[in-house]
């Protein structure tokens, strides 16, 4: 890892916590319930890294295991429902990509090694089906008679940013196994995932921020 991406990972983190902070703070001005549920993943998500970066120090785990089988799937599936059920509006819909995320993971135990960070196959599945969500999103906010408003639309900041991390990076974690062995290329694509993460962090934060003056206001 070059001292660039060091930088950048570190900041990550931080990203990470400051987006935490903020959900916090906004966290009695959030009217619906499931924007609650938002700052509790954020958290969550934060203390995972924390875990992921400094753990090792404080207690022995498998750390491949716990993004697979934890922080991940959490990931995943608290976006379908946010997306799918909250969202769009379609309930059924999440309990759908759900089981089929899940599904995944069986050809991912059986024809995959366990002992990598992240399962290409499942990941890669999972990415997809989160793709259809955001493109969903996309429509509904462009047919949208509020479309005017758009910077006041707390989904248009977690899209935007859902976009550019996972969506943007799906390339790099499924053909992860090819790209590490062309080192420049890996570099540049492995910057571009912390630099994405970050941003979506803080677009994370913003939406927050924008949430509550918007709600704020007549």
């Not at 619906?32 to 970066?53: A, D, P, Q």
């Amino acid at each position: 890892m070059t001292d660039f991406q060091n930088i950048l990972q570190q900041s990550l983190i931080w990203a990470e916590g400051l987006a935490a902070i903020i959900s916090i703070i906004y966290f009695n001005s959030s009217k619906e319930r499931h924007w609650k549920y938002f700052s509790l993943y954020l958290i969550l998500m934060f203390l995972c890294e924390v875990i992921g970066r400094w753990g090792h120090l404080f207690i022995e785990y498998d750390k491949p295991k716990f993004y697979n089988y934890f922080v991940i799937p959490v990931e995943f599936l608290f976006f379908y429902w946010l997306y799918a059920s909250k969202s769009l509006g379609k309930p059924k819909l999440f309990y759908l990509l759900s089981l089929l995320y899940l599904l995944s993971f069986l050809p991912s135990e059986s024809f995959f090694t366990s002992k990598k960070i992240i399962f290409s196959f499942n990941y890669t599945f999972g990415c997809l089906m989160l793709m259809v969500l955001v493109i969903m999103e996309y429509y509904k906010q462009i047919n949208s008679s509020d479309i005017l408003n758009f910077s006041r639309n707390k989904m248009f900041y977690i899209n935007l940013g859902v976009t550019l991390f996972y969506i943007g990076t799906l390339p790099f974690w499924t053909f992860f196994t090819l790209i590490k062995n062309y080192r420049e290329i890996y570099n540049v694509y492995f910057s571009y995932f912390l630099i994405s993460g970050i941003i979506m962090y803080l677009l994370f934060s913003i939406s927050f921020i924008w949430g509550k003056q918007s709600s704020s206001q007549p």
